[in-house]
């Protein structure tokens, strides 16, 4: 029998902590919630993607009638990214989320279809997706991407 360990940490700052750099892309996914379309839940994620020549694309949580239709913010900006700069690589990955009673205290974490899909972009990068989740209370930043987020995920190597 052998036993193993994972052992995982994360950092929380105040908004003000944050370097101009990650405050910049958590503005840009605060920003993103405008686009949101989410009148079934009133919940409005924004998300943003820095790829690695500086680009930031940004998406937001696209709601349906048909409620399993619909698409949560970090997929739509990680699968715009993928369409439209299929070359460079995702290396940040921002979210934030704001209800009728405003920005959310808590961090918002991404769910396990997005953290899935996080997986295979970083699957074809190498480069694991450095996380910043904003919350009133302070934002989040995972370094270790998906191995930290969604351990023992699926991916192409599973068929192997
Ligand atoms: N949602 C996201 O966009 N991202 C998340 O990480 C969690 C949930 C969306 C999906 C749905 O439109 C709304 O938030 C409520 O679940």
Not at 31 to 50: C, E, I, M
Not at 74 to 94: M, Q, S, Y
Not at 116 to 140: D, H, N, W
Not at 151 to 159: E, I, N, Q, T, W
Request: glycine residues 10%; proline residues 4%.
């Amino acid at each position: 029998m052998k036993e193993y360990k994972k052992v995982f940490s994360w950092r929380v700052y105040g908004f003000d902590e944050l370097d101009a750099k990650d405050r910049a892309l958590v503005e840009a996914a605060k920003d993103a919630t405008g686009g949101s379309h989410s009148p079934y839940s009133g919940f409005k994620v924004g998300a943003a993607v820095l790829l690695d020549d500086g680009t930031v694309v940004t998406g937001s949580n696209q709601e349906n009638a048909a409620y399993p239709s619909g698409l949560c913010a970090e997929r739509t900006a990680l699968f715009a990214a993928g369409h439209n700069h299929p070359d460079k690589k995702v290396i940040a990955l921002a979210i934030a989320a704001r209800n009728a009673n405003g920005w959310t205290d808590r961090p918002v974490t991404p769910c396990g279809s997005c953290r899935q899909v996080m997986a295979e972009t970083e699957s074809l990068s190498g480069v694991p997706i450095r996380t910043l989740l904003y919350g009133k209370q302070g934002t989040m930043v995972i370094e270790g991407g998906t191995a930290t987020l969604l351990p023992f995920c699926f991916g192409a190597d599973s068929m192997e």
